[in-house]
């Protein structure tokens, strides 16, 4: 019987860097009942994005918040959209470099992904933010 | 009962910027019937791509541009992709920066954006271009 | 009749480039049986990832990667993630520039792709790796 389900849930994130929601979008899978399908991962904001990223080591973690620090910098002389703070442009930028949109692969009701691989909330405000992200399951 | 359904339209860009096509998606799902499930929106272009951005401050959007100006600029040296003019290649790598797919949950027939999410080509080329955009809803 | 399946293959890459896989992609998507609805591709990796090129004239990807080189260059002095050598943390970055997941409409059973796209992993590591692509196919 093919079907459909779309949840809801939200972080409390706790300033820039990455939040793992792997256990999050895996248990929604699995109460979703379905067992061959995709499970798309989407988030609700312009401000924080979504990365499928390795898990294992926390300091690859840190040579992409790094990264990300450098390659959209905060004090660029050209940015006119500056009236909420200085690290809202960036992150609107950082952002779409990254995904608002992530899509996994289910079978027998778990997500495909391979040894390395989390799911991750990258977020790019300096302060704390509660950020909503939907799962949609649809398959079989 | 489940459903599926594949729709294509165009738009016709004036150059470089970004171009909202929300409203355009919203009607393909309901028109579509769908309540529950997934819309995937996908740009048929190399040298175009599309964002998911924020809709609210047009001056985020001339940030945008900017910066994909400087982070890819047209007068590389190394580059030997010339022949179709100094737009083109970097139209592709401002393209593979961005995203050629886009995902959206969909809950009681409308699209699941955030308060300040719009859908938006994201034009590279100078020149105007008809663009054509694949909606494919699926769900039940 | 709604039909969901979840197919996967590996390919062999020869250090840094990328590694069209349209054909692969497309055969499966006819051998699913479905006709409308939508192919999710998806790589199991963090140190590869998917894009969608131009596949017509190579020396755009030639430009492609010379690009990524000097975007994410291999020697950058603040990288902690080393103890895989200099071309692992590089290959994160690179990754989550690009795509996991790319998801393209399905009519008539066949891939909506443009005219010049093609399906590419981007290898992002020095050695050869096999690298494992996910797809699922969803729809009536």
């Known amino acids: 019987m093919m079907n459909a389900s779309t949840t809801e849930f939200s972080i409390r994130t706790r300033g820039k860097g990455t939040y793992e929601i792997t256990d999050e979008v895996a248990g929604i899978v699995l109460e979703s009942g379905i067992q061959t399908g995709v499970a798309t991962v989407f988030i609700q904001h312009t401000s924080a994005s979504l990365i499928i990223y390795e898990n294992a080591d926390p300091?690859?973690?840190?040579?992409?918040?790094?990264f990300f620090n450098r390659l959209v910098p905060e004090d660029a002389d050209?940015?006119?959209h500056t009236?909420?703070?200085p690290d809202d442009m960036p992150s609107h930028l950082r952002?779409?470099?990254?995904r608002t949109s992530e899509v996994i692969p289910i079978a027998h009701s778990r997500l495909m992904l391979g040894t390395w691989q989390g799911i991750f909330v990258f977020e790019h405000r300096r302060a704390s933010h509660t950020r909503t992200i939907v799962v949609s399951v649809v398959g079989i």
């Open 59 to 66: 300091s690859a973690r840190t040579d992409l918040h790094e």
């Open 83 to 85: 009236a909420e703070g």
């Open 78 to 80: 050209y940015f006119v």
């Open 95 to 98: 952002m779409v470099l990254t």
